[in-house]
């Protein structure tokens, strides 16, 4: 999805616990952040620092829910002009209670740009099915993007390994190119305005 943007600045953050990046005492920002944190983790939010980064809120500490939290960690260090890419469970896109919270307000602050859907057995140590959540900083999506999140339902771009899934150029391919696109394709794809997903209840399954 970042391919031909020229030097870009690029964070790789494992988990919330790992040392931070830091600037003269400060949270380091990046123009492109791409990741694929470990899914479904606990976390300590008495231990956590800059906890400004969660603006959205927070998650519950017990019942394996971080992975919003690690959302929001993104979104924090990067530029004004930045963007984000993160690969995520399905279940940060419906899930209730704090976690819809953070999703209504990411929603209703515009910087949810694309949500991918996957094939299941695409990455190593779980089987479900993911999904790439494509963000921005406030006011950063062009100009013709704002106010809409394009879905794209690529859960059948897949070739079939002995022991995992992957995906072969061609998937790539017709991925980027519609997202880049940011079209309607039948049966793969729609750009939804944010009032669309308002009245869905900001479900985004």
């Known amino acids: 999805?970042?391919?031909?943007?020229?030097?870009?600045?690029?964070?790789?953050?494992?988990?919330?616990t790992n040392p931070l990046h830091?600037?003269?005492?400060?949270?380091?920002?990046?123009?492109?952040v791409i990741t694929n944190p470990?899914?479904?983790?606990?976390?300590?939010?008495g231990a956590m620092r800059f906890t400004e980064r969660?603006?959205?809120?927070?998650?519950?500490?017990?019942?394996?829910?971080?992975d919003l939290m690690f959302l929001q960690h993104?979104?924090?260090?990067?530029?004004?002009?930045?963007?984000?890419?993160?690969?995520?469970?399905?279940?940060?896109?419906?899930?209730?209670?704090?976690?819809k919270e953070i999703r209504a307000s990411i929603i209703a602050?515009?910087?949810?740009?694309?949500?991918?859907?996957?094939?299941?057995?695409?990455?190593?140590?779980?089987?479900i099915p993911a999904c790439i959540l494509v963000l921005r900083p406030p006011h950063a999506k062009p100009p013709e993007r704002q106010g809409k999140v394009l879905f794209i339902n690529a859960d059948a771009e897949y070739h079939a390994g002995r022991a995992q899934n992957y995906l072969r150029p061609e998937h790539i391919?017709?991925?980027?190119?519609?997202?880049?696109?940011?079209?309607?394709?039948?049966?793969?794809s729609r750009a939804v305005t944010v009032e669309q997903l308002a009245e869905n209840d900001y479900n985004l399954n």
Do not use: W
């Open 1 to 16: 999805l970042l391919h031909g943007i020229p030097d870009a600045d690029i964070q790789h953050q494992d988990t919330l």
């Open 74 to 99: 993104m979104l924090a260090v990067l530029r004004p002009n930045g963007m984000m890419a993160t690969v995520m469970p399905h279940g940060v896109l419906f899930r209730g209670g704090a976690e």
């Open 22 to 32: 830091l600037e003269e005492g400060e949270l380091m920002r990046f123009e492109r």
């Open 173 to 188: 391919e017709k991925i980027v190119s519609t997202f880049h696109g940011f079209t309607d394709v039948d049966r793969y």
């Open 109 to 127: 602050d515009d910087l949810l740009e694309a949500v991918i859907g996957l094939a299941p057995n695409l990455f190593y140590g779980t089987g």
């Open 54 to 66: 969660f603006r959205h809120g927070f998650c519950p500490e017990g019942g394996k829910k971080a």
């Open 38 to 45: 470990p899914f479904s983790l606990n976390y300590d939010r």
